[in-house]
């Protein structure tokens, strides 16, 4: 028997409209800067302990859709999951006032709040600010990452975190973990060891910067 040429035509017409429907979502947001941000702080590191001077350092900000993320594209209805990001990087320069000591600048206005989806307003929180030092410069070695939040941010006290100093200059014995994340005192003293005798510690700490 021949197939049914229409036939065949609306079934196809009707999976690609299955496989349309099932991704919603868009893959390119093109997410703006604000042009004219106001929230600005500058976050101090000071750095204890090293058993020498960092080769480079480097900040990344990550700013992402929230608290709410109604504005986002709806999930995929298969995996429950959106391709589309939800999130966008920002590399601020750092100043590199001694051998131990770094500043670099944060705004927590730098995203543009917008209707990105015609869904409403996206506006932004920033989901870390990361200081990573690299001690050598060496491309295997361990870079030494700092992290803080939103919040660590705006309360402007100080927080102290660990690493362990025989990482300073070390090379991974494989190719992941890039670096190593500095730990709060409860965390390092669970997870390392509660002995911070043999450690460098950094202590970063955001100060609004007030018209």
Known sequence: MKPNAPLAVLALAAMAAMLTGCSNAVMDPKYERNPNPRQKY????????????????????RYKVGPSQECMPDAEPISGHSPTPDSFDIKPSVHRA???????????????????????????????AALTLRPTGAPDEYSLAAFM?????????????YWQRKLYGTSRPHPQPVSE?????????KYRDPDLSDTISVTLQAKELRP
């Open 98 to 128: 001694s051998e131990t000591e770094y500043r670099f600048d944060v705004y927590l206005d730098a995203m543009a709040s917008k209707d990105y989806f015609g869904k409403g307003i996206c506006t932004w929180v920033i989901d870390y």
């Open 181 to 189: 994340s500095a730990l709060k005192r409860e965390e390092f003293a």
């Open 42 to 61: 500058v976050v101090t590191a000071k750095i204890d302990g090293a058993p020498g001077p960092f080769k480079g350092a480097s900040v990344n900000i």
């Open 149 to 161: 939040s939103h919040a660590e941010i705006e309360t402007e006290l100080p927080i102290s975190m």
